[in-house]
Structure formats: C-alpha cells, structure tokens
C-alpha cells in the first residue's frame, strides 16, 4: 500500500476527487465564466427544488408538546429502579457495585439487616447534578435492577427531584398494572441470552 | 364644491390605500414565515389561533407595547424619526400608482388611484429613492458600527441600482410615450402578447433585479444581512420604531409588485374571461411570492459583487437595450 492509498483508506473506491475549477487566466476566459453561469439556469434549479418540497409538503416538525419524539431503547435518560415481575419487590440487593464503578462518583446507597436477616436497601439516590449519563451503572448491576429510562423531560424547582429512590423505584401502582416494560438497552440480556448460556463445566 | 368633492375623495382613498397595504403588509410577513418554512419542510408558526394565524396579531401587540429605547450616544431626533421616512416614502410612493380600472360604485366612477399625474413613473422612483434616507439616518445616528456599516450598504446599493432602475425603464418608456402608468397599462391592452415583457425582455429583468435590490430582499439583502452586518441600519431599533421600518419595506414590496406588473406584464387588463382587477392581483400575488420564493432558495452576493454586477454588467445591458430601441423605434 501506498502512502497515498494509506491516507485514503477510509475512502471507498469510486470516489470523485474534485480539485476544483480552474481559475480564468484572461479576460476572456472570465467573461466565458460569467456567460456560462449566468445561462446555465442554476438559479432556477435551485428555485425549482425549494418549490418542489413546497409542494410535496413532507413535513418534518414535530410539534413538541403536542407531539413527543420516541426515543431508541438505547437512549440513557434518568435512571429507573425496576421490581421483580414474581414477587413485586423490589430487584436491588444492595451490593454497591453501582456506587463503586460510578465515575462520577453521584450514587449513593445505605443498606441495613432487616429482621428476616436480609440485606435491603433503605436509602438509594443519585445525583443527577453529576451523573454523566455514561450507563456504567446499568451495565454492572447483576440484577438489572437500576436501568436507563427514557424520560427526558427533566425540569424541576428541585436539585433533588428524580433522583430520590421513591422517584426512580416503579410505583406500586403501575407494577400491579402490569406497566413496567423490561429494559432493552444499555446492559440488557440480549434476546437470545437463554440460548447463549451454557452449561458450567464440571469436567474439571 | 367640486374641490371638496375631490378633497373628500382624495382622502377616502388614501386612507383605504394605506390601510389595506399597512394590512397586506402585516399579512405579508405571515405568509413569509409560511412560505418559508413549507419550502424549508417546516411548519412555521402554528401556535397562536387557526395555523398561527393570529400570530399576526401577537406580533402587532408584541410591537407596539414594546419598550422604545434611544441608545445613549445615538441623535435622538434623527434617530427617532428615521423610520417614520422609510414607512412613509414607502405609502407616498403609492399615491400615483393604480391598483385596479376604473368601476363604478353607487352611481360614481371610481378611478382607484389616488392621483392621476403625467410623470406618475418617475414620481414613484423618486420617492422610493428618497426612502433611502431611512436606513442611511437610521444608521448613522444609532452610533453603533453595524448600524453605520449597514447605512453605508445602503448608499452605494441605492447609488447602484438606481443607474439601472432608470435606464431599464427608458427603453419602454421610449416605446410608449408616456410616463403615467395608466398610459402604460393601455398601452398593452389586448391579451398576453400585447404584454410589454415580450417586447422589453431585458429592461424586464434588469428591472425586476433592480426591484429585488430597492426593496433590500434576497439575494440583495445585503444592508441588513445577519451574518455580516447583525441588523444593518435597523441593529439598534426596537419595538414599533423597528415594526416601522418593517413595513415600510412590505410596503415597497407590494410596490414594487404593483409596478412590475403595470409596466411589464399587461396591468390591469382584462384577460380572456378573467376581468382587470383579478389579474392585478393574480399578478401582484405572484410577485410577492416570488419575493419570498427567490428569498428561500438563493443566497445572497456580497456588497461588491453587487456594485460589479450593477456597474459592469446591468448598466451596459440597459444601455444596450435602449440603443436598440431607439434604433427600431426609428
């Protein structure tokens, strides 16, 4: 490979290298350049296009409070707190590896040792003056617990709002209903994550 | 008793006139926010009543309830009255143009023109010119850069393009002998081919770019373009001083609409079936859009390659043109 093919690599092959028009050298040459565009009837191809898409009327805007883009699972709004579908509590265990990988250090967790000597969750937030919005969270929980939801509409009078565990937790209400939607984004299992998974091996 | 006749008529004219063109102008920049955004897959303002229709009306009230401010170095007579000279010259250009033939409303012949004069063309291009003195005040008391380099615009634009704007004229002129615009529009009774377009192709254009520069819209724009010069002439004005400004320039547009299609394209002669009044404005209607049609599509040339086109290039062509003329008209 060449140098130049080197520098090129990233550029498919069919690609036109335009090196520019040439600049008139003598008057005449200027004065064909000045006919030639003026009768050439770019002007109207232009006019013609913006008439074109008059008429055509394919409207792009979405006008917003009225109508609401949908957002791609994948987009990292404001976190969630998600609830076991069998039992209806909550899917956090409390292991802090959230906290430990935030990079920008805004999760905080308190834990305590109920009376049926289980580890729960009695204080989780998040900062959202800080968070990042980088997903390492959801990505490192084991129990798909804290997902990415899709809100992002976050303006308040609060500092704190959205990032109590009471605003992020699925409400009770909605998990009866039968609302809450598993999260398909960012640190997911994938569709076919049952047949990815294989047997230990015990061989050794 | 007859001069009162004339008095009260005169008036009940100029009143209509100003308060149908101030509304069509309001109306205009409605349909520009419109037009332009259709052309742009937008919707534009939708909002304030039936598809943003009453955005007018908010705009109006947004204006005139605005603070009106004078910056602290500015000339305050000067500056305060420099809009008033740009919204006025733009409806006193008005008063020698017909709009529509004569008909007759309960027993009367109205002539819908405000004033029959023998020299109504070159009354018209007078007082547009003097409208001039709008942006040049305006930029040069607001005591702000952008405001003198917009004024500054202004002047050599207005020195460019008036050549042409003349020249392009004489050569219908020439051929039609008359310079009221009603001698004009019966100059070409009798259907499209009778339309001065065919006979005048290049005085038409020359004269509907010379249009685009006197009323400063795209690709002309060049005294108030953003990019360059913030606002131009207009930077430090606010509220109805700058509402004023606003609608002196709706106002040339529709002028300038109006005068294109009395001097080239038949006036307000009936056509086939269609009658007189419905072609003007067919014909006006056409040029407004046309105004913003060019305003989405083109970019805009700057100052010098202004003054090079209409110095180099459109001056030689009017002259040219009214060389031939002169030789077939002899």
């Known amino acids: 490979m060449e140098l130049k093919d080197f520098k090129q690599r990233n550029i498919s092959p069919g690609y036109i290298f335009f090196e520019g028009e040439k600049a008139p050298e003598t008057g005449w040459q200027a004065f064909q350049k000045v006919v030639k565009r003026t009768l050439k009837g770019e002007l109207f191809v232009g006019l013609w296009i913006v008439f074109r898409e008059m008429i055509r009327f394919d409207i792009h805007t979405i006008q917003y409070p009225a109508q609401k883009m949908e957002m791609s699972p994948r987009y990292r709004a404001i976190h969630r707190l998600l609830r076991l579908f069998e039992s209806g509590s909550e899917r956090c265990i409390g292991c802090g590896l959230c906290e430990k990988i935030c990079i920008s250090n805004c999760i905080r967790m308190d834990t305590h040792i109920d009376e049926k000597s289980r580890k729960v969750v009695s204080e989780y937030s998040i900062n959202f003056g800080r968070c990042i919005f980088c997903g390492y969270c959801a990505e490192v929980c084991p129990e798909l617990a804290i997902v990415h939801g899709v809100e992002y509409e976050n303006a308040s009078e609060q500092r704190a709002h959205f990032g109590l565990k009471a605003d992020m937790l699925t409400p009770l209400d909605t998990f009866r209903a039968n609302e809450q939607k598993e999260f398909p984004g960012f640190g997911a299992l994938s569709d076919n994550a049952d047949e990815a998974v294989k047997q230990t091996p015990l061989a050794y | ?330």
Not at chain 2, 39 to 61: H, K, T
Not at chain 2, 228 to 239: L, N, R
Not at chain 2, 313 to 324: C, S
């Open chain 2, 1 to 330: 008793m007859f001069e009162t006749a004339v008095l009260v008529e005169t008036l009940v004219k100029a009143v209509i006139v100003v308060a149908v063109v101030a509304g069509m102008a309001g109306f205009a920049t409605f349909i520009e926010r419109k037009v332009l955004a259709f052309m742009q897959r937008r919707l534009g303002p939708m909002n304030v009543g039936p598809y943003g229709l009453l955005q007018l009306a908010a705009d109006g009230i947004k204006l005139f309830t605005k603070e009106d401010i004078v910056p602290q170095n500015a000339v305050k007579p000067i500056f305060m009255i420099a809009p008033v000279i740009a919204a006025t010259t733009a409806f006193v250009a008005m008063a020698a143009v017909p709009y529509f033939p004569e008909f007759t409303l309960f027993g009367y012949v109205i002539h819908p023109i405000i004033s029959d004069i023998n020299v109504a063309l070159l009354y018209v291009m007078g007082v547009a010119s003097v409208g001039i003195y709008g942006p040049l005040l305006a930029g040069m008391s607001s005591a702000n850069k952008w405001s003198l380099l917009g004024a500054a615009r202004a002047v050599i634009q207005m020195l460019s393009f008036e050549v042409v704007t003349g020249l392009s004229v004489l050569a219908p002129i020439m051929m039609i002998g008359s310079l009221s615009l009603i001698d004009i529009n019966d100059y070409q009774v009798g259907g499209i081919t009778h339309w001065l377009i065919w006979k005048q192709p290049l005085a038409f254009i020359l004269f509907a770019m010379a249009g685009f520069m006197e009323t400063n819209r795209a690709p002309f724009d060049t005294i108030e373009f953003e990019a360059e010069v913030v606002a131009g002439y207009a930077t430090e004005y606010s509220g109805m001083r700058w509402g004023l400004f606003f609608i002196g320039e709706y106002a040339n547009m529709i002028t300038i609409s109006v005068l294109v299609s009395i001097l080239f394209m038949g006036g307000y002669n009936s056509l086939w079936f269609i009658p007189g009044a419905v072609m003007m404005l067919i014909k006006v209607s056409f040029w407004v859009f046309l105004f913003l049609w060019v305003r989405a599509a083109w970019p805009h040339i700057r100052p010098d390659q202004l003054m090079w086109v209409c110095w180099k290039v459109l001056m030689p062509l009017a002259v040219v043109n009214i060389l031939i003329t002169g030789f077939v008209l002899i």
